[in-house]
């Protein structure tokens, strides 16, 4: 690695040397306060969860008629944990899951590995969903206009509204629940003029339509990305939002994983993605271009028309490497995948044409096994709108949607909803559709409710509740059916509906106990016709014109849709990209910035017609030029006290996600973001990020490794042959971790199911602005480039950098506590507050730590943590430590930091003690794979592999053992810290020749001489 050019940097900050960056890596433990005072936008009363009920909730009896997991002890013993298994299905995420609860209350929740669809997989908004059930700004119960209502009177008022309404609608995001279906069903049958409506957010009606013609069928087919020898993604986040992106990734990381040795597999799946944001999907590819939106679909057009020589319309669309992936795919028939995130049915249909051409319908994807989690069609949400502003609607039902923020024309939704006769929305809080409806029917949340999903075809999952209803709130489906004159009780109808239509004969306890039915379907036998016109869906690409500045809206990793913008957690997640924290951004490339005249710290207003938003702008590298990428879900306006901050891009876009004629214009300067990505360095250290190429890769497995070597007097040795240390024994265990970084997606869920385990801190928007964020694991996300890139005055040298850093290559790194044998952090202790485990460890003693910070000053990975204040029970920093109910979700088995201490990984200390303990009373070791850490148990993609080092036949010793004479390495080997952590280099299939410097290193330096020979005269 020392003898390359190839330069990582964590952001254009340091990429460009900025002062800020310079000046504030000698000062490690704090940055200067935020320049020009408090934004309007900038609070730090977020969230009040001030309310005990909880507690009654969670101290009451068991919930009765759920199943745990494990088996659950006669009653609830303080301490002992139970695990309920249930399902997570909101704004088009799915997941089967497990809860862990403690002494009635839910307080983790972790992936149920019996699952087919995510296989224990999780994602940030999953994990951080069990913080919204302690949220305070929920309703405590039914409303009328504001005033407070029973239940009796609300249904008494509300059935006299159906009775006599000659038109109801029911409004919802798509279901996914054939329970809830079927109660839909029964009050249409009593209510003959109900018509059910669904929308999507994120919306993919155009895919529905085009499949309709296509293949006659109208549904969304599932995708097999492990089947994929070649994959294209075109404006397609499928690692991070798009569809089912926990089992995508899974599938696609099965593509990537490598393994050293004579036998092990050293081939992987090749990845192409066009884009004009960068994304996480994106920053894992091979092979990476830049396409404005406008030009997707003639992008498209022309990959079709170079596959199969045809010519269903023109493009001019060009590409550095188009011919390489037509030739890739041309070579990868029926093992191939192209997706495209357009909800334009024209460009769906071109993309269908080439994936019929390539022969992967059977094969990656199955039109036999559609996928439900996204079922809305466009056109029917237009067509209630004309009817609401007909006046021919009487009542209308809103069920988990809101409108009046999340679709376009929302402004326009608030005035038609408030002029219907009887309208009921079944919102938790009174939310921006809520506030304008007539009644207010509260459902609680999906930790207090009865439920079920059928993401796919053939595979169903249950829900159940796992702690007593906290406020009083009912179910949507109990008050409809209610409505209807039936039964009220849920449960009752749920277990009917399995019993008569699912289950088959199969037990129901069973089935709620694993959570999961999976029926066994064969896809062989599809018979697929592809039967749409290429040339008119060509022609209508075509019609579509663009011009000048164009806005991308795109769903983050952490916020989703919008609808837990009232969960801090995920408010202070760092955008996998961009690191910025709890708000969105205006994302423009450099070159943008200049022709607008912008730049770091300025704010900008962004207009599409009459609308408008005023947002910080953010230099992005990777963004398309002549285009503005802005996060949805943000600019809720009552989201509760913690989510009303960005601003709403979703009035820019009308059924696609983009728009064109946009406007920028910069409104002031000075602002500071709360943003990650600079605040720990490695000290101008090289051999952090270890990479290499495939063909490299399969020569020497060692490729792309740095194996330093220290020089004696006997020669150059290795680092780890000479030590002043002693060294420590390890008797019994020797807890480690593997991390493969060509599996890592940066997608951060190990970072939500890190804070939800161990009670980690949210400090705010000021605070992670300050460089004091607490998180115990980050996912460092490195730009490089081979471009020598050292800052010098010359003109053309500063071209050339910003050319290199255009579309830079990415990778992820998460990095937490190493635990060192030889521990920096040990001997400088005074209070001997750090010490080593017999098994490992670098422990923390929590009430013997002073707060002198030496041990961070030295550590060399900067992965310790200093608690400035005491953020719990503290108004200050008014999250869900400040009251008796938010702190219902801490973990017991974790001590709650104080101010003035230190913390760090402790590599989940709890559950290695809990499994020990476990296999003491069973008179036997632990199992590999019993005992997990939180991140490595949530990873989707197994990227994180933890275990015992001394257990021969655990997978981490296997690995270690293939791998360390192939990708395995030590971060900053060379100081002979001697980690417990080991990385796997990443791999990229990509060519030789296309991984070379595009300014040779000779060239730059003749650069530098000459920038030198200019500043010195």
Request: charged share 20%.
């Amino acid at each position: 690695m020392e003898n390359t050019t190839k330069r990582y940097w964590k952001g254009i900050e340091e990429y460009r040397n900025d002062i800020e960056v310079v000046k504030n890596a000698d000062s490690e433990f704090n940055l200067e306060d935020i320049e020009g005072g408090t934004h309007r936008r900038d609070f730090l009363k977020m969230l009040g969860f001030g309310v005990a009920a909880v507690s009654l909730a969670a101290c009451d009896a068991p919930v009765r008629k759920t199943i745990p997991y494990l088996k659950k002890p006669e009653s609830v013993e303080p301490g002992i944990p139970n695990y309920f298994a249930s399902t997570y299905a909101q704004g088009g995420d799915y997941a089967s899951i497990l809860v862990k609860t403690v002494e009635g209350r839910p307080i983790k929740i972790e992936g149920n590995k019996l699952s087919k669809v995510t296989r224990g997989g999780m994602s940030a908004r999953v994990h951080a969903s069990v913080l919204s059930l302690y949220d305070n700004d929920k309703l405590r119960g039914p409303q009328k206009g504001e005033a407070e209502i029973s239940w009796e009177d609300l249904d008494k008022e509300v059935m006299g509204g159906l009775s006599s309404a000659s038109n109801v609608r029911i409004l919802s995001s798509s279901i996914v629940s054939p329970t809830a279906k079927k109660v839909v069903a029964d009050f249409s049958a009593k209510y003959p003029s109900t018509k059910h409506v669904s929308y999507d957010v994120s919306s993919v009606s155009g895919m529905i339509e085009a499949n309709a013609t296509s293949f006659g069928k109208a549904i969304v087919p599932s995708y097999d990305f492990s089947k994929a020898k070649v994959i294209v993604g075109v404006n397609c986040d499928f690692l991070g939002n798009w569809l089912s992106s926990i089992q995508h990734s899974a599938q696609w990381a099965e593509g990537r994983k490598l393994v050293s040795g004579k036998d092990g597999k050293q081939t992987m799946s090749r990845h192409y993605q066009f884009e004009t944001g960068m994304t996480i999907t994106g920053s894992a590819a091979d092979y990476r271009d830049m396409i404005k939106p406008s030009e997707e679909g003639a992008f498209l057009v022309a990959l079709y028309n170079k596959l199969t020589g045809n010519a269903i319309g023109n493009s001019s669309i060009s590409s550095k490497i188009l011919d390489k992936c037509v030739a890739d795919l041309k070579g990868a028939s029926g093992a191939s995948l192209v997706v495209s995130g357009s909800n334009d049915a024209a460009i769906q249909t071109v993309v269908n044409g080439i994936n019929s051409f390539l022969g992967n319908y059977g094969n990656t994807i199955s039109l036999a096994k559609s996928n439900n989690t996204r079922q809305g069609i466009d056109a029917d949400v237009a067509a209630l709108a004309s009817e609401l502003k007909s006046g021919s609607v009487d009542a209308l039902i809103i069920l988990d949607a809101n409108p009046v923020f999340n679709l376009p024309n929302g402004s326009e939704w608030a005035d038609l909803i408030g002029k219907v006769k009887t309208s009921v929305s079944f919102a938790s809080r009174v939310d921006e559709t809520a506030a304008v409806c007539k009644y207010v029917a509260p459902a609680p949340h999906f930790l207090e409710s009865w439920g079920d999903a059928s993401p796919y075809t053939g595979s169903y999952s249950l829900q159940q509740p796992t702690i007593s209803l906290i406020f009083n709130t009912r179910q949507a489906e109990s008050s409809l059916l209610t409505w209807a004159g039936l039964d009220g009780d849920y449960h009752k109808y749920l277990k009917a509906n399995w019993k008569n239509n699912i289950l088959s004969g199969k037990s129901w306890v069973s089935a709620l106990h694993d959570g999961v039915l999976e029926t066994s379907e064969t896809l062989s036998t599809e018979n697929i016709t592809f039967s749409a016109n290429l040339g008119a869906a060509a022609a209508s690409i075509a019609s579509k014109k663009a011009s000048g500045l164009e806005v991308s809206v795109f769903e983050a990793i952490g916020m989703g849709d919008g609808s837990q913008a009232n969960n801090p957690w995920l408010l202070e997640l760092p955008d996998p990209i961009t690191k910025v924290t709890w708000e969105n951004t205006l994302n423009i490339s450099q070159k943008t910035a200049n022709e607008q005249g912008l730049e770091k710290g300025d704010w900008a207003k962004l207009t599409v017609g009459n609308y408008s938003i005023e947002l910080p702008v953010l230099i992005q590298p990777g963004q398309a030029h002549q285009t503005v990428s802005v996060a949805k879900g943000f600019g809720r306006t009552a989201a509760g006290k913690c989510g009303n901050v960005g601003a709403n891009p979703i009035p820019f876009t009308n059924g696609v996600n983009w728009t064109s004629n946009a406007a920028i214009e910069k409104t002031k300067s000075g602002y500071t973001l709360a943003q990650t990505q600079t605040h720990e360095t490695v000290m101008g250290r090289k051999a952090v990020v270890q990479e290499s190429v495939l063909s490299e890769y399969v020569k020497n497995n060692k490729a792309g490794r740095f194996e330093p070597m220290i020089e004696t007097s006997e020669g150059p040795v290795k680092p780890y042959s000479i030590s002043l240390w002693d060294g420590h024994e390890k008797k019994n265990h020797s807890w480690g971790m593997v991390i493969d970084l060509n599996t890592c997606t940066g997608c951060s869920s190990c970072l939500i199911s890190c804070q939800a385990e161990n009670n980690v801190s949210v400090v705010g928007k000021k605070e992670v602005a300050r460089a004091r964020e607490m998180h115990w694991i980050r996912i460092d996300r490195y730009y490089s480039t081979d471009a020598d890139t050292t800052y010098k005055i010359n003109p053309s040298h500063i071209r050339k950098m910003e050319d290199a850093s255009e579309n830079p290559e990415v990778v992820f790194q998460p990095m937490m506590c190493q635990h060192c044998n030889n521990a920096p952090c040990e001997t400088v202790c005074p209070v001997l507050a750090t010490t080593h485990s017999s098994e490992g460890l670098n422990q923390m003693t929590y009430n013997r730590c002073v707060g002198t910070r030496y041990c961070a000053n030295n550590c060399p990975y900067k992965v310790r943590r200093f608690n400035w204040w005491k953020y719990y029970e503290n108004e200050q920093f008014d999250f869900h430590m400040n009251n008796e109910l938010g702190r219902m979700v801490l973990n017991p088995e974790v001590t709650v930091r104080s101010r003035g201490v230190i913390e760090k990984c402790s590599m989940c200390v709890q559950r290695i003690q809990s499994g020990k303990l476990v296999a003491k009373k069973e008179k036997r070791r632990p199992v590999d794979g019993e005992i997990e850490t939180a991140c490595s148990q949530s990873c989707p993609t197994g990227a994180i592999t933890f275990g015992d080092m001394m257990d021969p036949n655990s997978k981490i010793s296997k690995a270690l053992e293939t791998e360390k004479e192939g990708r395995a390495f030590h971060v900053l080997e060379e100081i002979n810290v001697q980690p417990q952590v080991s990385y796997l280099t990443k791999i990229r299939n990509k060519d030789l020749g296309d991984a070379k410097a595009s300014l040779h290193h000779e060239e730059s330096h003749k650069t530098e001489a000459h920038a030198e020979e200019e500043q010195h005269g």
